[in-house]
């Protein structure tokens, strides 16, 4: 599922890290991309990684109906796992594949890096205008465009209907509303919260919130990377999470988490803050909440004025390595515009990650079935959503390790050690020395 | 030394042959092959293993990757001074990562060589039975490696896996091995259990070797046994005590497997714990090849500065005592 990053689980158990550790070594180890260029009139052979689900069907399904390119798959550990690890050695090792997946925050990394190639040029204006411009601005600095983006993920609130209807608890529009439904619920029901501050991959959901508020970690309109993790947007939504983690109103936990997927089944948590592709993952993972569940937009701060963030996403890159960049362009442009690929990636399973060709809205809309949110045209809340994506928002050059500081720092406020503006603060004062010694030019605010 | 010196004496001890001189061009020639031979593997290795990668680092630390304004695009390797040695000195999390190691050996250290004298001192009383089979039963943790020890113990430090916490949890005690306060003297308890028994080894040899008339005269001066253990042992053999001081201080500078299996299971200990934790983080998750490299280079100089200082003191102590 695009858009579903597979946090690492903290609970996770002895083998996993161990196999863990055995993958980061393997990564740092060895491991080529394996390029078979053909001579000659053959099909010409484009590699692919992804870590997304369904890249597999959508694959068969390309190679299936195209004969002048053949496409040849690797799944990958997801980016947590030794994902981006393996692309970036890779790279450096002159071995990386034709194509390779990248969420949106770590892009900026690998285009500072070099790995991915400036498409601009090579971007028919057919293709370009197709997709959201929110999307496009994502994976464009400097206006060059490094990786064309195949889902944006508008934040949106999953919430127990019929929890909120029992105990006539309104649905929140505003986040003042959203703390009062917070207590109302707490009090008819003590042993539920509304939603969940997430510790491990806290600081992602975190950046979605402050993106709402009006908030830029990273600015770059000065041909200059203004960091400001702390600044008043951010100030604000950490000062409001801070004091519903305070007074007891969300569930403090790692997102993915045995746990808290545990308190969304019992009802314990009735609430869930993330992107569109949350949809499918709770039916997939929460079979028993079926006719329980729908989808409202996010709160917003000024409902006059309405802004939001996204979760999640994915883009994919042409690479700089890659010998065959026009018709790796080709496969990416089919995978993200095809009705057939939508089809083939929503075969594999449930999937509501939102498309960023708008155009295509239709055919997931008529894939999914939605009978689990009671039928909700739950495609067409995205659609509005989508619009109202801000676009002031830049992701930084080192987010991966950015987002771990952070949660670092978000587990240690979660059992009481320090607060979420600190675990920002001490993100970014992480993250300085290391953009400074790249040689960017680097300022704060 | 004495081995290079052998041949020497060797070429000394022959009959008196008809031409010295060509006889020693020929002793000559046997003792430069036995220079070569018996320090080429040691020399290839310490320039494989050691020089040619110390080279490397300090080559990755002043020339790195450079960009300009945002960077996008890529970047070109050139000259860049002491620029990641400033940045890897004024990143707090480099700095926090020699602090951890200093709590970690304030509470490790004493510990391990507390317990592991203990259990030397002990065995060498005779005072315990089946001294070999105890002996090997001590020693044997050290023989499981690193790895595969934390992994065992991080199972048994996982909520949910582990048997001690199922059981604690029966009389309603719950533990948290994991948490803010419990995760660092966890990671001891790693260390204690792996190093104990291979330090006992070195401090029971070292009581082996002691000369028995001083204890003889310790016992007709009646002294009893914890009075000669502690006041005559032990000051004996307090040689070996510096030794593994210096070892655990310098293995403790090298602090890796543990924390990062347990950074895996829980985000107390972050990615950046330990400076080695720092390295490895600024090379794989950062990809910032020039400040790993450059820290690689800082932990060297203050892990051969540090072995130094406490040789020099441990070898000035050595002297006044005389």
């Not at chain 1, 009090?187 to 908030?215: N, Y």
């Not at chain 2, 680092?57 to 945002?70: C, N, R």
């Not at chain 2, 200990?269 to 790993?292: C, E, H, K, Q």
């Amino acid at each position: 599922m695009p858009g579903q990053r597979p946090a690492v689980r903290r609970s996770g158990a002895a083998v996993t890290a161990l196999l863990t550790i055995f993958a980061m070594l393997l990564v740092a180890g060895c491991s080529g991309g394996g390029k078979s260029d053909s001579a000659g009139d053959g099909p010409v052979h484009v590699t692919f990684w992804s870590a997304l689900r369904g890249s597999q069907e959508v694959v068969d399904e390309y190679n299936r109906t195209h004969t002048k390119i053949k496409v040849d798959f690797e799944q990958v550990p997801s980016g947590d796992q030794g994902g981006w690890a393996k692309l970036s050695n890779a790279a450096r090792a002159g071995n990386a594949p034709d194509v390779a997946t990248i969420e949106y925050p770590q892009l900026p990394s690998y285009a500072i890096d070099g790995v991915p190639r400036d498409i601009t040029d090579m971007l028919p204006d057919s293709v370009r205008r197709r997709i959201i411009p929110q999307a496009m601005d994502l994976t464009t600095f400097e206006g060059r465009t490094y990786a064309l983006p195949v889902d944006i993920e508008p934040m949106v609130f999953l919430y127990r209907k019929d929890l909120f209807t029992k105990y006539d608890i309104p649905v929140p529009k505003t986040w003042a509303e959203f703390e009062s439904s917070a207590r109302k619920l707490k009090k008819a029901k003590p042993d539920s919260r509304i939603a969940s501050l997430f510790t491990t991959g806290g600081t992602l959901a975190m950046a979605g919130l402050a993106w709402q508020a009006g908030a830029q970690w990273y600015d770059t309109s000065d041909k200059s990377w203004t960091v400001s993790m702390d600044d008043a947007p951010t100030r604000k939504v950490a000062a409001y999470w801070q004091r519903l983690v305070d007074d007891d109103l969300v569930r403090v936990e790692p997102s993915s988490s045995q746990q808290w997927r545990a308190h969304l089944q019992s009802g314990e948590t009735a609430g869930w803050l993330a992107g569109a592709w949350a949809a499918g993952s709770m039916m997939a993972s929460t079979p028993g909440g079926k006719g329980k569940w729908a989808i409202a937009p996010s709160p917003q701060w000024d409902p006059e004025k309405p802004s939001l963030g996204t979760q999640g996403g994915s883009t994919f890159m042409v690479t700089k390595d890659s010998t065959h960049p026009e018709e790796a362009l080709e496969f990416i442009t089919w995978m993200v515009t095809s009705p057939d690929a939508l089809r083939a990636k929503l075969s594999s399973g449930v999937s509501s990650a939102y498309p960023t060709v708008t155009d295509l809205v239709p055919v997931a809309r008529k894939e999914m079935d939605t009978s689990y949110y009671g039928g909700q045209d739950i495609f067409g809340l995205f659609q509005r959503e989508a619009e109202l994506i801000s676009t002031r928002w830049k992701w930084g050059p080192r987010m991966v390790s950015t987002i771990s500081s952070g949660d670092d720092g978000l587990a240690r406020a979660g059992v009481g050690s320090g607060t979420i503006l600190e675990a920002l603060r001490e993100a970014q004062s992480k993250t300085l020395p290391d953009l400074k010694s790249l040689g960017l030019s680097v300022t704060t605010r | 030394m004495s081995t290079v010196t052998t041949p020497r004496k060797r070429a000394g001890t022959t009959p008196p042959p008809a031409d010295p001189a060509r006889t020693r061009r020929a002793g000559r020639r046997q003792q430069r092959f036995a220079y070569v031979t018996l320090l080429a593997p040691f020399t290839a290795l310490l320039v494989a293993v050691f020089l040619v990668p110390v080279g490397y680092a300090v080559y990755l630390s002043f020339f790195s990757e450079d960009h300009d304004g945002l960077g996008f695009g890529g970047g070109r390797t050139i000259f860049t001074g002491l620029r990641s040695y400033l940045a890897v000195l004024q990143d707090p999390s480099f700095v926090s990562g020699f602090g951890s190691i200093a709590l970690y050996c304030v509470i490790f250290v004493p510990l391990v060589v507390a317990g592991s004298l203990g259990l030397a001192l002990l065995l060498d009383s005779g005072l315990i039975r089946l001294r070999r089979t105890a002996q090997m039963l001590l020693y044997l943790p050290h023989a499981v490696p690193g790895i595969i020890a934390a992994v065992i113990w991080l199972y048994l430090y996982t909520p949910g896996l582990s048997p001690v916490i199922k059981l604690f949890a029966e009389a309603d005690i719950t533990i948290d091995f994991l948490g803010l306060h419990t995760v660092l003297p966890s990671i001891v308890n790693i260390a204690l259990w792996s190093g104990l028994g291979y330090n006992m080894v070195i401090f029971y040899a070292a009581l082996q070797a002691l000369p028995r008339e001083v204890l003889e005269a310790a016992r007709i001066d009646g002294a009893g046994g914890v009075r000669t253990a502690l006041q005559v042992k032990v000051p004996i053999i307090r040689g070996s005590v510096l030794m593994v001081c210096m070892f655990s201080l310098i293995a403790a500078l090298q602090l890796f497997t543990e924390p990062m299996l347990m950074n895996q299971a829980t985000p107390m200990v972050n990615s950046r714990f330990t400076p080695n934790m720092y390295i490895y983080d600024a090379a794989f998750r950062r990809n910032n090849y020039g400040l790993a490299s450059a820290a690689s280079v800082i932990l060297l100089v203050v892990t051969c500065a540090l072995s130094f200082a406490v040789t020099r003191w441990a070898g000035r102590r050595e002297r006044s005592a005389k």
